[in-house]
């Protein structure tokens, strides 16, 4: 299967502090990617579709200054969670699928290995 | 919009069956099965994407029943490598590409 890569898988950061999180497609050309957040024993919940070449769209309630998303090339995309808060603390994981068309999504979505971020 | 499952947890003796069910409020293009044990990435099961479409991975399967928006994902003689979290993902049509995650059930499957 397609391997989609992301890095860091653990960071440690102070309060008030940036960190970015990148998310690589390294065999294929991913036009589009997704970023989910995970709470410990709770679902994956889809922040923002990145677009390449274009903004990316948030999911309602995700602050777009908060977390910022670019996607400025076919096989990477990167979180940076800005001016970072202990309540950000989480598991963010990032998925990329092949290049579609025709509705329904008939390839399954490739998930990278998750980046477990802790705010101090 | 999330997807709701059922049960939440289940706990196995090596060799039962289970059945976990995915809701949607939404009408379905298609629904994703993962796995997911701690601390990793969820792993793909199968994709859905035909109303009344049933697929089988060796011992796991799974129908959609597109009128009523639901799946269900069918464990048997189950093993202990099944433990994780299962999560159904599903993709609504009345919105673009991407994958909404149910709320999880979580299976310990125990010698």
């Known amino acids: 299967g397609a391997v989609v890569s992301q890095h860091p898988s653990r960071v440690i950061c102070k309060s008030g502090t940036s960190v970015k999180i990148e998310c690589r497609s390294l065999d294929f050309q991913a036009t589009t990617m997704f970023w989910y957040r995970q709470f410990p024993k709770q679902s994956l919940m889809l922040m923002a579709t990145s677009n390449e070449g274009s903004k990316a769209t948030y999911e309602q309630g995700v602050e777009k200054d908060k977390f910022l998303i670019n996607h400025a090339s076919l096989t990477l995309s990167t979180l940076t969670v800005t001016s970072a808060h202990p309540e950000d603390s989480s598991f963010y994981i990032c998925s990329a699928s092949y290049p579609r068309g025709p509705r329904p999504m008939n390839t399954e979505a490739f998930f990278g290995q998750g980046t477990r971020l802790t705010v101090v | 919009q999330q997807p709701v499952q059922s049960p939440q947890a289940v706990i196995l003796r090596e060799g039962e069956d289970a059945v976990i069910n995915c809701s949607s409020s939404?009408?379905?293009?298609?629904v994703h099965w993962y796995r997911q044990k701690h601390g990793e990435a969820p792993v793909f099961l199968m994709i859905l994407l035909k109303g009344g479409e049933q697929k089988g991975h060796e011992k796991i399967s799974a129908s959609f029943n597109e009128k009523k928006q639901q799946s269900s994902l069918y464990l048997t003689a189950s093993q202990l490598s099944y433990s994780g979290t299962y999560f159904c993902g599903t993709e609504n049509k009345d919105s673009s590409y991407k994958l909404i995650f149910g709320s999880g059930t979580r299976l310990l499957v125990r010698p």
């Open positions: 939404k009408a379905l293009y298609s």
